[in-house]
């Protein structure tokens, strides 16, 4: 283990050392689980690994909060999801058709996400807890010390509730909603509650039965109790003061006499330029969308290398590559902290990200990826490999590069090749010559011949960059130069040179 320190290692030495340790995370799938919710997770994993190579007893869990209610119609649903809003996302139909309801249908997918990042929870769903009657205990010492959580509530939140407020909502005999309902009767011994539902319906509830929850604020502390959570990552929202943290504090130690968890409060991950990620608002970029464009590993530096007390402001575009790039050379180095809770696979990248985007817009299939890359001096040990990260690439260019990234390499000499003047033709055809005698055809020979070539015919080197461009792509600006014309390889990109130069002599 490197001697360097990190975040995670400062949060497993504050934990008592004497005891065990189940640090939980949870989410509710409501929607597609994005990478703005893997914070929350892989903080977790994080902690858990620091705490595990401290020597401690620990374990990771995560509770899929699946009982949770439908809020709304998201804009990802079909507007006939009206009919379910208020039901147990457990209980409703999955959006595919293929799984084996709502909550299952995002659930799927993040939980074989987290494997491919190396993320092992023992995993928890909040249904089957309260339909297989794990809470009933709890439950009746809820409703039997509703006043007294109902001072704490509205004393530390600084909030009032109405009188008829209970901490146990039931699912509805009628309606079918997980219902803000009127309690009119409690039966501890029979595990039942007698109310009138907000539709008007009066029924009765068998809470062993998981015939209702209780409310977030008294939910959360009592899975504290419950599964004896010490550690746990929350948001901010349940950090603030009065919020649902300080609450749970409190209710946890007066109603179920336990300690809350050692609190690890993260930041959101915001999208660049759009604000914080929401399913429900569209703006996300999901976990496993990001899967297929990098490696997971770079997923888990994203959140290694930035405290959770920190915001990060995630661009899938120009971001991403930069990040790959960081990664890169942290994995070159391989000493750091960050390094070591963040490889998976433990090999950096081969081929440079940047340069299998430029690659992959001048070859037209995979025989040509691989014929540019040895051309381009690297060894294709792994085949299967090196056209997966050509695969990745593709997507990324088409889902999130920017325009100026994007090229198409030109069959024929673009009309446009035709503007540089006598001097700029002149400096071209130098350059051409130039690099036909080249003995050594690399990226950085061929980007400094051209300034090699600007002082040597006193053309400025941009006008050289730019009619070159030109006269392959047939736009000003394009990839960097030494690496895009060392991919093209010494004959089409002294044909074309030549080409350009005696087309503007006619």
């Known amino acids: 283990m490197s001697e360097k320190i990190h ?3 400062v949060f497993a030495a504050k934990v008592d050392p004497e005891i065990s340790h189940r640090i939980a995370t949870g989410i509710t799938p409501s929607g597609p689980i994005h990478i703005g919710n893997m ?16 020597g401690l007893d620990v374990e990771l869990i995560y509770i899929a909060d699946d009982f949770d209610p439908l809020r709304k119609v998201y804009p990802f649903l079909p507007q006939d999801y009206a009919q379910y ?13 293929e799984c084996e309801n709502y909550a299952e249908h995002f659930l799927a997918p993040f939980l074989a996400a987290l494997d491919v990042m190396d993320v092992h929870p023992h995993v928890i ?10 809470y009933t ?10 006043e007294e959580i109902k001072e704490i509530l509205e004393r530390v939140s600084h909030r009032a509730l109405p009188d008829t407020w209970s901490p146990f909502y039931p699912i509805c005999e009628d309606c079918r909603r997980i219902s803000n309902a009127e309690i009119l009767a409690f039966d501890p011994e029979a595990h039942k509650v007698r109310y009138r539902c907000e539709c008007g319906h009066i029924g009765e509830v068998n809470y062993a039965k998981g015939e209702g929850k209780l409310v977030w604020r008294v939910d959360w502390p009592m899975r504290w109790a419950h599964f004896g ?15 649902s943290y300080d609450t749970g504090k409190e209710i ?22 759009r604000g914080a990620m929401a399913s429900s608002t569209g703006v996300a970029v999901t976990i496993n969308a990001m899967l297929e464009i990098v490696p997971p590993d770079v997923l888990r530096y994203l959140i290694a290398r930035t405290k959770p007390e920190k915001a990060i402001d995630f661009d899938p575009g120009m971001g991403l590559l930069s990040l790959i790039d960081e990664f890169d050379r942290v994995a070159q180095a391989g000493e750091s902290r960050e390094y070591e809770f963040s490889s998976i696979t433990g090999i950096e990248s081969v081929i440079p990200f940047r340069h299998m985007v430029t690659v992959v817009q001048i070859a037209r299939d995979e025989k040509g990826v691989l014929e540019i890359l040895e051309r381009s001096g690297y060894a294709i040990r792994n085949r299967e490999g090196v056209l997966a990260a050509a695969h990745r690439a593709r997507i990324w260019i088409e889902r999130y590069a920017p325009d100026f990234v994007k090229f198409e390499v030109q069959e024929t000499l673009p009309s446009s090749a035709l503007e540089p003047d006598a001097n700029e033709r002149y400096a071209l055809g130098v350059l051409a010559a130039r ?20 002082k040597e015919t006193n053309v400025d080197p941009k006008q050289i960059f730019t009619a070159v461009y030109l006269s392959i792509l047939g736009q000003k600006r394009g990839p960097r130069l030494g690496w895009f014309l060392e991919a093209l390889g010494r004959d089409f990109v002294v044909g074309r040179l030549m080409e350009a130069v005696n087309a503007g002599t006619e």
């Open 7 to 9: 975040w995670a290692d």
């Open 39 to 54: 914070r929350e997770v892989v903080t977790g994993d994080l902690v858990y690994k620091g705490m595990r190579d401290r």
């Open 85 to 97: 809003i208020g039901r147990p996302l457990c209980d409703i139909p999955c959006p595919c058709g």
């Open 125 to 134: 769903r909040a249904s089957r807890e309260y339909r297989g009657g794990s």
């Open 137 to 146: 205990r709890e439950i009746s010492r809820v409703i039997e010390k509703r």
């Open 229 to 243: 959570v010490t550690v746990e990552p929350f948001g901010k929202d349940h950090a603030a003061a009065g919020g």
């Open 252 to 273: 946890a130690e007066a109603i179920f006499q336990y300690r809350a968890p050692f609190p690890v409060m993260y930041e959101w991950i915001s999208l660049k330029g």
């Open 435 to 454: 690099y036909m005698a080249l003995d050594d055809w690399s990226a950085e020979r061929l980007h400094n011949a051209v300034y090699e070539v600007g």
